[in-house]
């Protein structure tokens, strides 16, 4: 592994089900986020997590939760998916140690609901 | 609120320069990113600006003025390889990225 994989790549869910997906980073990053990237809206910030242990909601959390069980592994579970999450989904990682925090992203998960 | 904004389209012509403007509102500022997505791919690093002025990195280049909320990308010398959505992203007082929606490049023959 080198950077951050996603997985699935893609995926068509029926309305209601539970889905994961599923984020792993290998360059020790502490801080995690994960985005969805809608056409004509910018990323938006969904949950994050400044450490493992903890996490944060961000400016669409709703009907989406996360853990961070370790440095690695960051999933994002939608409990019971609606048609309005259909989206690319993006994980990406920081070293928030130093005074810059560039985010690394991951290659994205296209999830539909139907 | 917290707005940033970019033009939504641009085009250009292979070997010419285009600049790309951002100007955001926003609560703080820590630093601002500027991100290159190409089509289907996830957004990559270009630059980091938190002090006003500009910086150059090969055919690329980034200026700030934290004065007037204002950020551009500047491209030299355009490839194909260029054509790509440029993403303005601002750090506010939280330390959370703000993201504009964008800039798709076209880029013409």
């Known amino acids: 592994i080198a950077g951050i994989t996603q997985a699935p790549t893609s995926q068509i869910l029926a309305a209601g089900r539970r889905m994961t997906l599923r984020c792993t980073q290998d360059?020790?990053?502490?801080?995690m986020y994960w985005y969805r990237q809608d056409l004509g809206l910018g990323l938006r910030l969904i949950h994050y997590?400044?450490?493992?242990?903890?996490?944060g909601k961000g400016e669409v959390p709703d009907g989406y939760s996360v853990s961070r069980a370790n440095t690695d592994d960051f999933p994002l579970t939608l409990a019971s998916a609606v048609p309005s999450q259909t989206s690319v989904y993006f994980c990406?990682?920081?070293?928030?140690?130093?005074?810059?925090?560039?985010?690394?992203f991951g290659p994205g998960t296209r999830l539909t609901v139907l | 609120g917290q707005n940033i904004d970019q033009p939504t389209e641009m085009t250009a012509t292979e070997g010419a320069i285009v600049q790309i403007n951002c100007t955001y509102q926003?609560?703080?500022?820590?630093?601002l990113f500027w991100y290159q997505q190409h089509a289907g791919e996830a957004p990559t690093f270009l630059s980091y600006?938190?002090l006003d002025g500009l910086e150059e990195k090969g055919r690329f280049s980034s200026f700030l003025s934290r004065s007037k909320g204002y950020s551009y990308l500047l491209l030299k010398e355009l490839q194909m390889k260029d054509s790509a959505s440029y993403l303005c992203?601002?750090?506010?007082?939280?330390?959370?990225?703000?993201w504009g929606a964008g800039t798709k490049l076209i880029i013409k023959p």
């Open positions: 360059m020790r990053h502490n801080a």
């Open positions: 992203a601002v750090v506010d007082s939280n330390y959370q990225l703000i």
């Open positions: 997590s400044n450490t493992a242990g903890t996490t």
């Open positions: 990406a990682s920081s070293d928030n140690s130093g005074s810059v925090h560039t985010q690394y």
């Open positions: 926003t609560s703080g500022f820590n630093g």
């Open positions: 600006n938190v």
